[in-house]
T-cell receptor, first 114, second 113 residues
Framework: EAGVAQSPRYKIIEKRQSVAFWCNPISGHATLYWYQQILGQGPKLLIQ????????DSQLPKDRFSAERLKGVDSTLKIQPAKLEDSAVYLCASSLGNANEKLFFGSGTQLSVL | GESVGLHLPTLSVQEGDNSIINCAYS??????FIWYKQESGKGPQFIIDIRSNMDKRQGQRVTVLLNKTVKHLSLQIAATQPGDSAVYFC????????????FGQGTTLQVKP
């Protein structure tokens, strides 16, 4: 079974530029999550989708971050404009359902903002 | 508020010894806990989970213990191997029904040959 796919693997941008990350969850997984992991810390939830609807985006900095999952499968996370403090690994995870707690993670996109 | 924390940032053990990684949580209403292993450059990988109606669960070489009285969770790894070297995170499911996991800061396990 294929795992959660993410791209790109690495991204380096300058502050105030924009960047987008892509995620393809495990086939059949209805719930998709984007987590931000700053170096030396545990992952922090940014947004959770159930199919193509947003379940929780309470910790998403909406003035600069946006995410969509239009067809309920793939998802993109965008940052515009980026700040230095956005440097982190952005992890995508998926699970079977909304209350199914076991999350499967992708390898993440490592973002460096200079 | 909800928070999950780990007692030690780094744990160093000899190959073949048993490892114990500890975690404290603050939300007494949490009903599900999970341990993840994260190797350098990779995403977190599921190890083992436990629900609040249990106090112990065993997997292959791993055991999770849950003490709800003191809100403490531990991961025991038997016969630790070099491949076990990684950062270990505990996570708790918050009191909502959304499946949202709250992660602790992580403990780095170093296995000496």
């Amino acid at each position: 079974e294929a795992g959660v796919a993410q791209s790109p693997r690495y991204k380096i941008i300058e502050k105030r530029q924009s960047v987008a990350f892509w995620c393809n969850p495990i086939s059949g997984h209805a719930t998709l999550y984007w987590y931000q992991q700053i170096l030396g810390q545990g992952p922090k939830l940014l947004i959770q989708f159930q199919n193509n609807g947003v379940v929780d985006d309470s910790q998403l900095p909406k003035d600069r971050f946006s995410a969509e999952r239009l067809k309920g499968v793939d998802s993109t996370l965008k940052i515009q404009p980026a700040k230095l403090e956005d440097s982190a690994v952005y992890l995508c995870a998926s699970s079977l359902g909304n209350a199914n707690e076991k999350l499967f993670f992708g390898s993440g996109t490592q973002l460096s903002v200079l | 508020g909800e928070s999950v924390g780990l007692h030690l940032p780094t744990l160093s053990v000899q190959e073949g010894d048993n490892s114990i990684i500890n975690c404290a949580y603050s939300n007494s209403a949490s009903d599900y806990f999970i341990w993840y292993k994260q190797e350098s450059g990779k995403g977190p990988q599921f190890i083992i989970d436990i629900r609040s109606n249990m106090d112990k669960r065993q997997g292959q070489r791993v055991t999770v213990l849950l003490n709800k009285t003191v809100k403490h969770l531990s991961l025991q790894i038997a016969a630790t191997q070099p491949g076990d070297s990684a950062v270990y995170f505990c996570a708790e499911k918050g009191s909502s029904n959304t499946g949202k996991l709250i992660f602790g800061q992580g403990t780095t396990l170093q296995v000496k040959p």
